[in-house]
């Protein structure tokens, strides 16, 4: 029963009401689910504060344009119900997902445009890529032989559940004795993996992939970070030989902010543990978050 569960398990907001996570469902019909047609993005919530709330929403809203959905709900709604999940579940440190589907077609159409677009959004406990050894030794890296979906067929600054490459990726790095896998483009170049996107180090300078990848946020961040903080910071395409020959690698996600990877295709890097400017832009993506002005505090009382 919904008041025996426990909130900080997860809220769902669902058909306009409010749900425990593990009792929220959607049409087993949807397009969503049967053809993958949905968007959706995901924020975080730290010490009771989401991370740049607005860019997200913001890039939630161009990904629904870019497949031509909408929703019946301004931004400043979307806004009010992500907070609504996050104070219901008391959550301090929290996942905060939004989704539009397609929605269910008439019956007997395959018309995508006679849907009614759908929007489901909840909040759980913080999600972690990496785990705390992971974080604190260094992942175990791969290059996938599985190349990642290209961006001409299905647009990857679109957040979608096309994730078959990316996952087949991660079984790869498990069956080679690591943790995380980066597809190629199949010409050579890197990309991102499953749900995160890839930074290299040398000689101080950062670089990271500017083509058929998401453009994900801690990258974003990463990016102004690198600025701020006087570092060379180039956005290009970065070459599998790249990847192997650099001084340090690290792997960037809203579940999970700055993540350091020591090991590459078995290569050890450095003595084995994580950069020094790795480290660096991780403590200063964490402890910057409020003077660089995007967090916006939930009020748990209301
Ligand atoms: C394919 C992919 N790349 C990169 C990222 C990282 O994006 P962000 O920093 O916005 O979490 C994600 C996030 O889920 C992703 O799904």
């Not at 931004?75 to 929290?94: F, H, P, Q």
């Not at 670089?207 to 102004?224: N, Q």
């Not at 970065?238 to 590459?264: N, Q, R």
């Amino acid at each position: 029963m919904a008041s025996e569960r426990n909130p900080a398990d997860g809220i769902a907001f669902v058909d306009g009401s409010y749900v425990p996570l593990v009792e929220a469902r959607i049409p087993l019909i949807d397009r969503g689910f049967v053809r993958s047609d949905a968007t959706y993005d995901v924020t975080h919530v730290w010490n009771g504060c989401f991370f740049r709330l607005d860019d997200y929403i913001g890039r939630f809203h161009a990904s629904m344009a870019g497949l031509r959905m909408s929703l019946p709900y301004s931004k400043a709604e979307i806004a009010e119900i992500l907070t609504e999940c996050v104070r219901r579940s008391g959550l301090r440190d929290a996942y905060v997902q939004m989704t539009c589907t397609r929605g269910v077609p008439p019956r007997g159409s395959r018309d995508p445009r006679l849907c009614e677009n759908r929007f489901y959004a909840f909040a759980q406990p913080f999600v972690w890529i990496a785990n705390d050894e992971q974080r604190r030794d260094g992942l175990k890296m791969v290059v996938s032989s599985v190349q990642r979906i290209p961006p001409e067929a299905v647009d990857p600054r679109i957040k979608n559940f096309h994730w078959l490459d990316l996952t087949m990726g991660i079984f790869e790095a498990y069956d080679r004795d690591a943790t995380v896998a980066v597809l190629t483009d199949g010409a050579g170049n890197i990309t991102e993996g499953a749900g995160f996107n890839v930074f290299i180090v040398r000689d101080g300078v950062l670089a990271t992939p500017d083509r058929g990848v998401f453009e994900g946020m801690t990258r974003r961040t990463v990016i102004e970070m690198a600025k701020a903080m006087g570092l060379g910071c180039e956005v290009r395409a970065v070459s599998v030989a790249e990847l192997h020959d650099a001084d340090e690698v690290f792997i960037t996600s809203t579940a999970g902010g700055v993540m350091p990877v020591t090991v590459v295709d078995g290569r050890i890097f450095g003595n084995g543990k994580p950069g020094a400017l790795t480290s660096r832009i991780n403590d200063v993506y964490w402890a910057d978050q409020h003077a660089a002005g995007h967090v916006t505090e939930i009020d748990y009382a209301r």
